[in-house]
């Protein structure tokens, strides 16, 4: 809680101090800071990662005010639940850090209490581990803890309901294009070409299409020119990652 026995706890008293005048990227890790004071019985720390690059200007300006003035109501707020709150509070800085960065992403390190193993959420989920494993791909948060217990307990409050599913959802998705590499889209391009080889017989494009003059004439041209970008983008980025 915020407010503990009649007295300001360290969590508000940093909210209270901030200069938010400030660069946004300084603004950002006392934000951090203060949550970490607030659910120091959840969470060890929030780091960003090496590659973070914080952006000299914020882009949409009115938004970053928005988003910052929330997640200061959540920090102050005592009458939610405290996962609920951790969870509101992650989903607002996560989105903050989304705004002020150009390349990067956050790792909340979370104490072991916090963490659950995957029974417990499909039992809270009432969903099958082969569910929970398509979760995961679509955004579902799970630590890289080598234990059994990898599942902070906030995924159940996100995941229950579909509003806040599809929050998480878009947010995992815009950090995962943001920061891709040139090898990740070389391996997405090379499996959407596989798939367009499996449905030709294992055949490449380039076999497939080998006596075609007029693509245009063909029953379906624009899967050839769908096909086509792929390969002339694929080739080109490994060519390019062939040089560097």
């Keep these: 809680m915020i407010i503990e026995e009649g007295k300001t706890s360290p969590a508000a008293l940093i909210v209270d101090n901030i200069d938010y005048d400030k660069d946004p990227g300084f603004i950002f890790l006392m ?81 072991r209490d916090y963490l659950h193993r995957s029974e417990n959420i499909c039992k809270n989920l009432g969903i099958s581990k082969s569910t929970l494993s398509r979760y995961v791909k679509l955004g579902l948060e799970v630590t890289d803890a080598t234990s059994h217990y990898r599942y902070p307990a906030h995924v159940t409050y996100y995941w229950h309901n579909a509003l806040w599913a599809s929050r998480i959802q878009a947010l995992y998705q815009a950090f995962k294009l943001r920061n891709r590499t040139t090898i990740d889209i070389i391996k997405e391009l090379q499996e959407e070409n596989k798939k ?49």
């Design 31 to 111: 934000l951090a800071h203060a949550t970490e004071i607030k659910h120091r019985k959840f969470v060890k720390k929030i780091i960003h990662s090496e590659d973070t690059f914080f952006k000299n200007k914020v882009s949409s300006h009115d938004e970053y005010l928005g988003t910052a003035s929330s997640l200061i109501t959540e920090l102050r707020d005592t009458e939610n639940h405290p996962v609920e709150n951790l969870a509101n509070i992650k989903y607002l800085l996560d989105s903050l850090f989304l705004l002020i960065t150009q390349k990067g992403s956050l790792k909340y390190e979370y104490r």
């Design 196 to 244: 367009y080889e499996t449905n030709h017989g294992d055949k490449s494009f380039y076999d497939v299409y080998a006596n075609i003059e007029n693509p245009d004439e063909l029953e379906e041209p624009d899967e050839y020119y769908d096909w086509k970008d792929i390969i002339e983008e694929l080739e080109e980025l490994q060519n390019e990652n062939k040089s560097e």
